[in-house]
């Protein structure tokens, strides 16, 4: 089609796109084609602009690196992440969910631990915390055979990936379910923490007044044949950010209660003072067991990075 006017640029590519043969293909990218051309209408997107936000888009990709995602950042702090989480989990976002948002730190190959076990693998401060977690179906009956995933910071903020003190792999285990569904183990009780602000999201943040704290909070996956892969968060209860997450991630169904037992005996006699404890459970619907491409493979080198932090504006 030789375009004649504003109004045949969308006609003339949605009459390409339905060339494709995929017709899933064909459905979404017609619908993206078809709202983002109504965006830039109704925005009245000058050339300017445009410029600015695909120099934005290509810097998401030149800034994800083996150790850090600024796409899936970016994902989060725009809401998207969680939207869909929500839309494809609870019966396809008609009832409550245990599933939440990957994030941008999952790794794969996390070491086998037995239950009960430790995954605190060098020197981490802060204060023991002892978890234990139910696998059940929708049905409320135990599942047995899962592998779960955990990973979580430090009480300092730091995922081992982002800092080089942190011995590889150090507070992420992978454990199996008991013909309870449940598992059990030893760490440290996380911190909440900034999320990275050197790039296209902290500017982001900036211009909207948002500070870039996410509340405390312990990632589990779970997986088994037979059952669609959840990944989930349960978030500390006492946080002062859970209300503002700046990932949009917070459920009713995921604040975890993180007790706090001082002068107690706690399950390891070793652990003298103050410990937590966090018991929670999951429910996992059928569906296809399938892992996703991990949005980092590596560990970072070289010094500690910095925590910056925004302050919220208040309105």
Known sequence: MIIENQQQVTQAVLEELSRADNPRFREIMSAAVRHLHDFAREARLTEVEFQQACAVIARLGQMTTKSH????????????????????????GQ???????????????????????????????????FVDAWVRDQAGRPV???????WHTSAEGFYENQDPEQADMNL????????????????????????PISGPVGDLLRAQGRHNMRPAHIHFMIYKPGYKTQFSQVYSNDDPNLETDVQFGVTRALVGQYVLHDGEPAPDPQVQGRWYSLQHHFVIEPGEARLPNPPITGKAAGDRPALAILERTER
């Open 172 to 195: 992420r285990g992978k454990f199996t379910t008991d013909a309870r569904g449940h598992i059990a183990f030893r760490s440290v009780k996380p911190a909440g923490y900034p999320i």
């Open 69 to 92: 995602n600024e796409v899936v950042l970016c994902a989060g702090s725009l809401g998207m992440s969680a939207l869909v989480c929500l839309l494809n989990n609870g019966d396809r």
């Open 144 to 150: 047995a055979g899962a592998e779960v995933d955990v």
């Open 95 to 129: 009832t409550e969910t245990t599933a939440n948002l990957m994030g941008p730190f999952w790794r794969m190959e996390s070491p086998r631990t037995e239950n009960g076990g430790s995954i605190v693998r060098s020197p981490t401060p802060g204060e023991p915390i």
